[in-house]
């Protein structure tokens, strides 16, 4: 059973591009989490999505950044128009719900996002 | 305010001995605490969860103990080895909503 899946893992951006960020959750998992990690941080909550649903996006910048988790695919991360502040590890968690035995969120190996 | 603390400072102890690591909350009701191990360059791995309604977990050579009192979590690692060393991330939740709120990490070095 593989787990989170995430690609790319290195991803260089110069400013003003887009970072498309993907994230493959494990097998049977419908809840998705985003989390960024800046260098000599720990780790922020950013969004989470179930199939089709924003489900909390508390943790989101307001501007350039958004996330989708489509019926068929992976979940995406898309931030547009970098700056430099925006690089980062970014790092995808699954789980298969939120309460009970269930509420065990696993993670990704992350995308690192380097902004030139 | 709300805070998820553990110690900054790197936490260097000899193979064979009981590294014992701190996790303190303020402000938070959480209805379970995670535990994670990070390697340098690599996601997350899950150790441990504990529930509010539990005192202590086991798990081979870890053991976490959660008092909702004294608002702190303690990680043990007994039997220590340099495989060992990593990061050590605990992490609260406060039920249903999903979002985990993470300390910012203690690095643990065991030496041979």
């Known amino acids: 059973n593989a787990g989170v899946m995430q690609n790319p893992r290195h991803l260089v951006r110069r400013r003003g591009q887009e970072a498309r960020l993907r994230c493959s959750p494990m097998?049977?998992?419908?809840?998705v989490y985003w989390y960024r990690q800046l260098p000599e941080e720990g780790l922020k909550f950013m969004v989470y999505?179930?199939?089709?649903?924003?489900?909390?996006e508390s943790g989101m910048p307001k501007e350039r950044f958004s996330a989708e988790f489509p019926k068929e695919g992976p979940s995406i991360l898309r931030i547009q128009q970098v700056v430099r502040g925006d690089s980062a590890a970014y790092f995808c968690?699954?789980?298969?719900?939120?309460?009970?035995?269930?509420?065990?969120?696993?993670f990704g190996p992350g995308t690192r996002l380097t902004v030139l | 305010s709300q805070k998820i603390e553990q110690n900054s400072e790197a936490l260097n102890i000899q193979e064979g001995k009981t590294a014992t690591l701190t996790c303190n909350y303020t402000?938070?009701?959480?209805?379970?605490l995670q535990w994670y191990r990070q390697d340098p360059g690599r996601g997350p791995v899950f150790l441990l969860l504990?529930?509010?309604?539990?005192k202590e977990k086991r798990k081979e050579r870890l053991k976490v103990t959660f008092d909702t009192t004294l608002k702190q979590s303690l990680f043990h690692i007994t039997a220590s080895q340099p495989a060992d060393s990593a990061t050590y991330l605990c992490?609260?939740?406060?039920?249903?909503?999903?979002?985990?709120?993470f300390g910012q990490g203690t690095t643990l070095q065991v030496k041979p």
């Open positions: 999505l179930q199939k089709e649903n924003i489900i909390d």
């Open positions: 968690a699954s789980s298969l719900g939120t309460s009970g035995s269930t509420d065990t969120q696993y």
């Open positions: 402000n938070y009701s959480p209805a379970y």
């Open positions: 992490a609260l939740s406060q039920g249903g909503t999903g979002k985990l709120i």
């Open positions: 504990i529930r509010e309604n539990e």
């Open positions: 097998k049977g998992h419908s809840h």
